[in-house]
Nanobody, 117 residues
Framework: QVQLVESGGGLVQPGGSLRLSCAAS????????MGWYRQAPGKERELVAS???????VYADSVKGRVTISGDFATNTVDVQMNTLRPEDTAVYYC???????????WGQGTQVTVSS
């Protein structure tokens, strides 16, 4: 099993910034991908950004240029820096990691990000 602990959500004004952090523990030796996902009310969960153990990054088109993901597979931590936030970025943000050993994702409990004036 892998356990994930997230931090950094909150309320921010449009144009503001937030940094979300996630730390994984447990059977982390086979994690090959870490990322952040979000789910807005009435919508499906979607990728925000991910990073592989090889250093490859993927960003959703909606956040490109505003979001930067960083990950450390030695310490099993993944952060996402979000700038120039918009009201449409409001969602519950989830940290997700993929374990190659068991062939599944593990998810954090989610952290609320609200962008509003």
């Amino acid at each position: 099993q892998v356990q994930l602990v997230e931090s950094g959500g909150g309320l921010v004004q449009p144009g503001g910034s937030l940094r979300l952090s996630c730390a994984a523990s447990g059977r982390t030796f086979s994690i090959i991908s870490m990322g952040w996902y979000r789910q807005a009310p009435g919508k499906e969960r979607e990728l925000v950004a991910s990073i592989s153990s090889g250093g490859d990054t993927v960003y959703a088109d909606s956040v490109k240029g505003r979001v930067t993901i960083s990950g450390d597979f030695a310490t099993n931590t993944v952060d996402v820096q979000m700038n120039t936030l918009r009201p449409e970025d409001t969602a519950v943000y989830y940290c997700g990691v993929y374990s190659a050993a068991v062939g599944r994702y593990y998810w954090g409990q989610g952290t609320q990000v609200t962008v509003s004036s």
